[in-house]
Each structure stands twice: as C-alpha cells, then as structure tokens.
C-alpha cells in the first residue's frame, strides 16, 4: 500500500508514485536583476528543492529568463506560469498551490525573489514541517526581537505593530501575520478552500495564516532575518496596507459565521483500506 498518500500524527507522508516533495513558489513582476541569481541558489540547495515562477507579464524580460535557466536545469525543477498584466500577489500564490497540489508535492514554500528571504532558510522552514512535524513554518521577523535589516525606521514600526494589531483583533497567536516566507504542508492546501480566499496583499498573507489556524493546524515561527532589497523596486503600496487593515476585521467577522472543519486523511485512509465485508 504504499502507493496511498497516508499521514500519521508528525511522521513523513507515505508518497503517491510519481509525487514531489518540495516546490518553491516565487511570483515575479519585473525581477530581471534578481531572478537568476535566486533561481540559482535555491538550485544550489540540499535537500533539493524545486522551483514554481509565476509571472505576471514582466516587460523586463524576466519569463525569458526563466525559460533560458530551465533549458539548463530542466523545467521539472523550474516551472514557469506566465500571466498577462498584474493580477496580484495573492491569484499568483493561489494558481501556484493549485499547480504544486495537482504535480503532487509535499511541501509548498513562499519566498520573495528579491533576497529579502534567504533562499538558505528554505531547508530550516522545511525541517520545521517535515521533521518537527508542524503543518505551517513561518519565516518570522520578529519571533526574536525584530530582525530586518535596511528598512527605514517608520516601515518596521508600521510592519512590527500590523502584527500587534492582528493579534489583538484575531487573537492568532502568530508574531509576524504579514510574513510572506512560509513553507505549507500539502494538507493545509488541501483543506483550506482556496478559491474562498478573497485578499491578494498583506490581508492575503494574513487570511492564509488565520485560515490555518483556524483549521486547527499547528504554527510555528522560524526566526530569520529579514534583509531589503538591493536592487529592483518594491511593490509594496498603501493601497495593500489598507487591504490588510480592513480586512482582518473582515476577517474575525466572517470566522463567526465559518465552522472550520477538515475531513481526517487518516480516517479517510482506513475506511478505504479496510477490508470490505461479504
């Protein structure tokens, strides 16, 4: 039977044939000065870890690039979605997840591509899930003190005290809720229904992480450190920190009104595999 996708309490998944384990979800607007050199790291990387850009019809040529580094690596290590126009951060996350559960892994990360996350801490999120047996690894800024290196004073106040305010609001015990470095357990994806979630900025983040929680799944904060971009130019708007302010209300309100509630792959597993009486 050990073909069957079957979870136990903390140990390793039994994989279906042909399935991956790690997938590297990275969504590009205009990262030509970065996307190889990241691409090239994470390549680089033991455990391996594979790699899903989604590109929201860069003009820089950043796709291209992409396509040049999979005839080099392979595209079953790098895949590429091309979409056209901006269609924001949260669809681009969404269509990767869907993407990475029907491919079949195990693991899903977010990571920037502007080295604000070191591509490095990719295996500690991933040890975090895999061996600790936590279903969503965090890559925290401020689980211990406040490291983020390169940001004027007002954005890390205004980043440090988002996380105050979602706490307090939605009573999630997470530290850093914006936090868009994590590493996902297949089963969170598939329990959560992600065409209901509706933000696509630092709300998204926000709902991804609530959602989880409330599901029941088990949290854990990495501390890493958090280092600006050096080259390329941020997306960050205040637009996006409206979206978030507004919507963990939003959020809190409509959780009254949501019963959380996940089918048991265990149980699911041993219904099936149980021998069937004549």
């Not at 384990?21 to 590009?28: A, D, L």
């Not at 079949?104 to 975090?128: C, K, T």
């Not at 998204?204 to 390329?232: A, C, H, N």
Request: hydrophobic residues 40%; proline residues 3%.
């Amino acid at each position: 039977m050990e073909a069957l996708s079957v979870f136990t309490g903390t140990s390793t998944p039994l994989l279906m044939n042909g399935s991956k384990e790690r997938i590297v979800v990275i969504p590009t607007y205009n990262e030509i000065e970065n996307i190889e050199t990241v691409l090239r790291k994470v390549m680089s990387l033991e455990p391996t870890f594979d790699v899903l850009i989604v590109d929201d019809g860069s003009p820089d040529g950043t796709a291209l690039k992409v396509k040049q580094l999979q005839d080099e690596f392979g595209d079953n290590r790098i895949h590429l979605l091309e979409r056209k126009g901006k269609l924001g951060l949260g669809t681009a996350y969404l269509t990767a997840f869907k993407y990475a559960l029907k491919k079949g892994y195990q693991y899903i990360f977010e990571m920037d591509a502007d080295f604000s996350h070191n591509p490095d801490d990719l295996v500690r999120l991933w040890r975090a899930c895999a061996e600790e047996g936590n279903d969503l690894a965090i890559g925290s800024r401020y689980i211990q003190g406040v490291n983020v290196v390169n940001w004027p004073m007002g954005r890390v106040l205004m980043s440090y005290f988002a996380g105050v305010y979602v706490r307090f609001i939605t009573g999630m015990p997470v530290m850093d809720a914006t936090a868009g470095f994590k590493c996902y357990r297949r089963r969170v994806l598939e329990a959560i229904d992600l065409d209901s979630i509706r933000f696509v900025g630092y709300a998204f983040q926000i709902e991804m992480k609530f959602t989880s929680w409330k599901y029941g799944f088990k949290l854990k904060e990495v501390p890493i450190i958090f280092t600006d971009r050096t080259k390329g130019v941020s997306k960050m708007s205040t637009k996006i920190f409206k979206e978030a302010f507004l919507g963990v209300i939003q959020l809190k309100v409509d959780s009254f009104f949501k019963r959380y509630i996940r089918e048991s792959v265990e149980t699911f597993e041993a219904i099936k595999l149980e021998p069937q009486q004549s």
